[in-house]
């Protein structure tokens, strides 16, 4: 048996689905109440369908009658009720519900609201909101075992580098054609293409853009890549004594060429990011802004506050230096952030580069240490981007959002989004959230992102998912090279 060998850049790093659950998600081993079309609507998934009150307050979800846990055992509505209680505890969008009550009826979970939210079917199809089987948790509700109820079932894993799937016999759909299946965590983007290229991965993704470029030519190799509602941005501590003054963070806006790191790093002048939500993000895209750019002049002679010159590098006699946080899962990452780190030379802005893993950069924010960080925020990840606007830019901020930034418009105006409005009122809203961004900086956008990956030329029916959230790996079958 022929196990299909697919290679990422993800470490796992834990078993919660508010740590890693997005890796069992994608590899089709856990499920969510309800999946999400690539239109963004969603789909049934554990809940065959559902039904909302007319107050938006009771949501009633049928369950699949025939899905079962990889352990054999039925999925209740109660273990499903049971896992949603678990997951309001952990990180993720579950702790933004105005959560009332979720009850287990008779093959219905029913969840009532104490408050409007319309993004409820986005959270519940996020990978954090995934159901697992009771035998799964402790009885503080901390994930022991990975047992979900996809085509794919846990056969060994070796944290953080590895993990070995086969097919469920519990699976109450089509069995995949594809039986077994390893994943392994690779950390350098050079590395990853080289085992693609040398025959030793059949799937790899999170290629670099130079890899990509690259591979495109090989004979023996399928290259996919696909649009992601995702950006590369700067993330400041709006508290910190430079950062929190707004002449230093549009100087540090001004100072970006994006249009050389979309054409020089990205290899596609189309990713430079004209502002933080990119065009597939329809509603959340605004064309009518001012596209961000550089402009080295007026950001060398902006002044702060108190009169002080970025341009002179210093602020009462202390050099105007900062460190910048990032990591190597993003392969193009590093690269970036040296370019940056030498675009805010030019403008008397010393940075220095630390380079870590992903967990510093919430870990440095929340201990307060982080001043600048460089990352990719995914706003797709959830069906409804709101939610992660909420995760990121609600009153206390967020570990991949604003830090200190103490603006009162945003929250207000994603709270009032929660609610029953007309169309032309959540425009409005939307509007507000997206200039207020644009124009107060609490991140600053770089450029806009694609997934690539490298295929055996033997696979069929690999398709990617814009979304991110599966590798569609039940499609998949072998045929001739």
């Known amino acids: ?19 890693a659950g997005y890796l069992f998600s994608r590899h089709g ?21 559902w039904e909302v009150s007319a107050d938006q307050r009771h949501w009633r979800f049928h369950l699949r009658p025939q899905a079962r846990f990889h352990d054999g055992s039925p999925v ?67 994930v022991r075992r ?4 996809g085509p794919y079932q846990l056969t060994g894993i070796e944290p953080p580098q590895r993990f070995s799937l086969a097919r469920s016999p519990h699976w109450d759909g089509s069995h995949p054609a594809i039986a077994a299946v390893d994943y392994l965590a690779v950390g350098r983007g050079e590395s990853r293409a080289l085992l693609a290229e040398s025959g030793q991965a059949d799937i790899v993704y999170g290629l670099d853009p130079a890899s990509w470029q690259r591979l495109k030519r090989h004979a ?47 290899r596609d002048p189309q990713a430079a990011a004209s502002q933080l939500l990119p065009p597939a993000l329809a509603q959340w895209h605004d064309a009518d802004l001012p596209a961000m750019g550089q402009d080295i002049a ?23 230096a900062l460190t910048l946080r990032t990591f190597p899962d993003r392969p193009e990452l590093p690269i970036i952030a040296a370019a940056v780190q030498e675009q805010l030379r030019q403008v008397g802005i010393a940075v220095e ?58 929250p207000a105006a994603l709270a009032a989004l929660q609610g029953p409005l007309r169309e032309r009122d959540r425009h409005a809203l939307r509007r507000t959230v997206t200039r207020t961004l644009h124009e107060e900086l609490p991140v600053i956008p770089i450029a806009w992102n694609l997934l690539a990956a490298a295929v055996h030329p033997a696979l069929r ?9 599966s590798y569609r790996l039940e499609r998949l079958s072998w045929g001739e090279a």
Do not use: C
């Not at 309800?34 to 809940?47: K, R, S």
């Not at 508290?239 to 707004?246: D, F, K, M, Q, S």
């Not at 029916?461 to 959230?469: H, K, V």
């Open 1 to 19: 048996m022929r196990a299909l060998r697919v290679v990422g850049p993800w470490e796992i790093t834990g078993l919660d689905p508010s740590r």
């Open 29 to 49: 081993v856990s499920e969510t109440l309800l999946d999400i079309a690539e239109d963004g609507n969603p789909t049934p998934a554990l809940a065959t369908h």
């Open 76 to 142: 209740t509505p109660q273990a499903v009720a049971a896992a949603l209680q678990f997951a309001r505890r952990k990180p993720g969008g579950m702790g933004l519900v105005p959560l009332e009550a979720i009850d287990a009826g008779t093959d219905v979970v029913d969840v009532h609201l104490a408050a409007d939210f319309a993004a409820l079917p986005a959270v519940l199809a996020h990978s954090s909101a995934q159901i697992l089987a009771p035998a799964s948790y402790s009885t503080g509700g901390s």
């Open 146 to 149: 990975v047992i979900g109820s």
């Open 220 to 266: 023996r190799l399928q290259v996919h890549s696909v649009p992601l509602p995702r950006t590369i941005y700067l993330k400041l501590n709006a508290g910190h004594r430079w950062l929190a003054e707004l002449p230093l963070r549009q100087a540090i806006s001004l100072a970006i060429d994006r249009a050389g790191i979309a054409h020089a790093i990205l």
């Open 298 to 320: 007026v950001a060398s002679q902006r002044p702060a506050a108190d009169g002080i010159r970025v341009r002179q590098g210093a602020k009462g006699g202390e050099r105007l």
């Open 353 to 410: 580069v630390l380079l870590g893993n992903a967990s510093d950069v919430p870990a440095a924010h929340r201990q307060g240490t982080l001043e600048l960080a460089l990352g990719a925020r995914g706003y797709g990840i959830y069906a409804d981007p709101m939610v992660t606007l909420l995760q990121d830019f609600g009153p206390e901020g967020g570990d991949w959002g604003a830090m200190n930034w103490g603006n009162q418009t945003v």
């Open 461 to 469: 029916g690999f398709t990617l998912d814009p979304l991110e959230r």
